[in-house]
């Protein structure tokens, strides 16, 4: 079964500041992959989605960016963090192998302050 | 989210109890429903889906659908205090001819089980 991986765990970083969050998936081949965050008080959101390498879709227009420069690597980024891009960050993979017919698996997120 | 939406709760039932939790969604064309699981500070964790109208039962856990009401419940019977934790209703949605779903969620319901 696969694992996601992401880091860093916990992070603070001022106004103003870029962002950098990566997701790297283990035990499969060409995944779709998800970012969500979890904001306070607004449940689990869509960010981005893509299939694979290069191809990115976003859910929402947002104050950040998503790339796949890997088959099995999906970057989160932001030139400039503003204070609402708070929130618990999570990758998403399908179950079980990748295949889109079942429920996603997570992996354990990034917790981003914005001060 | 306005597409899928929960019983905002919070809910507090007694151990050994049954604890009942609701969802409504609003995409017609939605096929997969799944339940997931999260402890506070912790991500999601999947604990049952349903594909057809009727019950499925794993466990302590009964899912329920009724894609004529959108509507899909999870019971779990025996209430124990380690089920504390937000329960999130997803939905996924898939766009004709692709094979790319997307998982969208409901807000959560906090379960607390007392002993």
């Known amino acids: 079964s696969q694992t996601i991986h992401q880091w860093p765990a916990t992070l603070v970083q001022p106004v103003g500041s870029p962002l950098s969050l990566e997701c790297t998936v283990e035990?499969?081949?060409?995944?779709?992959l998800y970012w969500y965050r979890q904001a306070a008080g607004r449940g689990l959101q869509l960010l981005f989605y893509s299939v694979g390498i290069g191809q990115i879709s976003s859910e929402v227009p947002q104050n950040l960016s998503a790339s796949r420069p890997q088959d099995r690597q999906f970057i989160l980024s932001s030139k400039k963090l503003l204070l609402s891009d708070s929130g618990f960050y999570l990758c998403a993979c399908p179950l079980p192998t990748g295949s889109d017919n079942y429920g996603y698996t997570f992996g354990s997120g990034t917790r981003l302050t914005v001060v | 989210q306005k597409e899928v939406e929960q019983n905002s709760g919070p809910l507090s039932v007694p151990e050994g109890a049954i604890a009942s939790l609701n969802c409504t969604y609003s995409d017609r064309v939605s096929q997969s429903f799944f339940w997931y699981r999260q402890y506070s500070g912790k991500s999601p964790e999947l604990i049952m889906s349903i594909y057809s109208n009727g019950d499925k039962e794993d466990g302590r856990f009964t899912a329920q659908l009724n894609k004529a009401s959108q509507y899909v419940s999870l019971l779990i019977r025996d209430s124990q205090p380690s089920d504390s934790a937000t329960y999130l209703c997803a939905v996924k949605r898939t766009d004709r001819g692709s094979t790319l779903g997307r998982l969208y969620f409901g807000r959560g319901t906090q379960l607390t089980v007392w002993p």
């Open positions: 035990g499969t081949s060409n995944p779709n």
